[in-house]
């Protein structure tokens, strides 16, 4: 597979095979999120990996009962951490702390297809439920809960969209 077939075939999935993902995967996974751009490579990003089914339970509940989050071997919450960017860049700090953490979510899961694994992003969930699930240090901010998984489903590509509206042109 080549970079722009990862990057046009990967797809969230969210029904898993009943197989396992080893931690040495899970590693693979989390490095490849590490070598993600950050702001001054602050990295202002950290990751939480769950494997208990208890807690995998209580993470779907958080996420308003999106079964995938249980279902999945192992469920990555990435967070940012907003207090190391903003030691370096005040205020703006907030913001790419959030973005430190998605281009690391990103990564993560291009990087999961690459290997044959899948995922999905997942952004709906109450934040304070993750919190106290995960025991999370005040500092951190929970930005996305991604199950990891052997897919077990192909889901078709979404529909694109008229790029006219997104792209703007300013030359000449
Ligand atoms: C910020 C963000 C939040 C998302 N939240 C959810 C979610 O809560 N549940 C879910 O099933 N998918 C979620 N998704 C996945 C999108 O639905 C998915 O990426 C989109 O439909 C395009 O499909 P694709 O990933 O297969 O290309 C989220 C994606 C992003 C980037």
């Given at each position: 597979?080549?970079?722009?077939?990862?990057?046009?075939?990967?797809?969230?999935?969210?029904?898993?095979?009943?197989?396992?993902?080893g931690?040495?995967?899970?590693?693979?996974?989390?490095?490849?999120?590490?070598?993600?751009?950050?702001?001054?490579?602050?990295?202002?990003?950290?990751?939480?990996?769950?494997?208990?089914?208890?807690?995998?339970?209580?993470?779907?509940?958080?996420?308003?009962?999106?079964?995938?989050?249980?279902?999945?071997?192992?469920?990555?919450?990435?967070?940012?951490?907003?207090?190391?960017?903003?030691?370096?860049?005040?205020?703006?700090?907030?913001?790419?702390?959030?973005?430190?953490?998605?281009?690391?979510?990103?990564c993560?899961?291009?990087?999961?297809?690459?290997?044959?694994?899948?995922?999905?992003?997942?952004?709906?969930?109450?934040?304070l439920?993750?919190?106290?699930?995960?025991?999370l240090?005040?500092?951190?901010?929970?930005?996305?809960?991604?199950?990891?998984?052997?897919?077990?489903?192909?889901?078709a590509?979404?529909?694109?969209?008229?790029?006219?509206?997104?792209?703007?042109?300013?030359?000449?």
């Amino acid at each position: 597979m080549n970079f722009k077939e990862a990057l046009v075939g990967r797809r969230s999935v969210r029904r898993y095979a009943d197989r396992p993902v080893g931690r040495e995967m899970v590693s693979s996974l989390i490095e490849a999120a590490e070598a993600a751009p950050s702001a001054g490579n602050l990295r202002a990003r950290e990751y939480y990996v769950v494997a208990r089914p208890e807690l995998k339970a209580a993470l779907a509940a958080a996420a308003f009962g999106q079964e995938h989050v249980a279902s999945a071997p192992v469920v990555i919450v990435v967070c940012a951490d907003p207090a190391r960017s903003g030691r370096r860049y005040g205020d703006r700090g907030q913001l790419y702390s959030i973005q430190d953490a998605a281009s690391a979510t990103t990564c993560l899961l291009l990087a999961a297809f690459d290997m044959g694994l899948s995922g999905c992003w997942t952004g709906a969930f109450d934040e304070l439920m993750v919190r106290e699930i995960l025991s999370l240090p005040r500092r951190l901010v929970p930005t996305a809960i991604v199950p990891i998984g052997w897919p077990a489903e192909r889901p078709a590509p979404p529909p694109g969209r008229d790029m006219a509206e997104a792209v703007h042109w300013i030359e000449g």
